[in-house]
């Protein structure tokens, strides 16, 4: 391996990482927030912030920025804690995570620096992310990439698979969208409550370009982002598979982690098992 993939692989590890442990610190400070959802997007978002977006972070609003919507904004979190760490906006606005007046809300506004939508009515996020991208390829006025990142349950919205269907209507090779496969939602197992595979069939069938990975190897993360980017003559999926609370042992596929607040204790055990892991 060449030296400075070795360097984007450390990168993306360490970040994801200090990630789930901002998100952790976040949310027992304020005793509010989605933490299951968060931790099993953290190497994502740390492969697309830290290696694979093309952005000013001192320029949010640069207007050759490639996009991104967390479709599933509850999650956002960990995008908060990414925005931060790339250097958005002061890492001391993560402890004021919901309050009234922070630039941080329990779901994404775009009057956040580096939020490029509003987002969290699930299905919401990413019909508007494929309309950025027509913006871009067909309008051609920027020319920018759009990526996006869904929940295996908000794929249960059927706007989903409209906007899938206009993505392949005007074969975008400019978005990316990453279905985090977690398994878990907040009512219980996502199979459960509404069937929901094949999924990568499914993308297929709408004519998308699928790749499966599985969503905590960095290597596969940044390999899978790469080609998709790369792909360009229509849309592309990637369906990352994923563990709900991940890196935290007693938050792993359990829904009751989906919204809810650790106390001191929970809190200090997570703190030690996410220390523990690898850098
Ligand atoms: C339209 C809509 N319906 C319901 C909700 C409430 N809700 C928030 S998160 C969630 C479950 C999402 O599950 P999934 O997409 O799998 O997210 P993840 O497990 O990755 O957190 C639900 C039903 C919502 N935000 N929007």
Known sequence: MSRERDAVLRRVTTTAREIRLRVLDMVYTV???????????????????NHILNIRPDDPKWDKRDRFVLSKGHACPALYAALALRGYYDASHL????????ILQGHPVIKTPGIDMTSGSLGMGFPIAVGMAIES???????????TLLGDGEINEGLVWEAAQTANKYRLGNIVAIVDRNYVQNDGFSDEIM????????FEAFGWRVWKIDGHNVEEVI???EAARDYGDGPACIVAYTVKGKGVSFMENDRYWHGKAPNREQYEQAKAELEGAAP
Not at 137 to 147: D, P, W
């Open 195 to 202: 069937p929901i595979e094949p999924i990568d069939k499914k």
């Open 31 to 49: 005793q509010s927030g989605h933490i299951g959802g968060s931790f099993s997007e953290a190497e994502i978002l740390a492969a697309l912030y």
């Open 223 to 225: 390999d899978a982002l």
């Open 137 to 147: 390829h067909l309008i051609g006025k920027s020319n920018f990439a759009v990526y």
């Open 95 to 102: 402890n004021t995570l919901r309050r009234f007046g922070s």
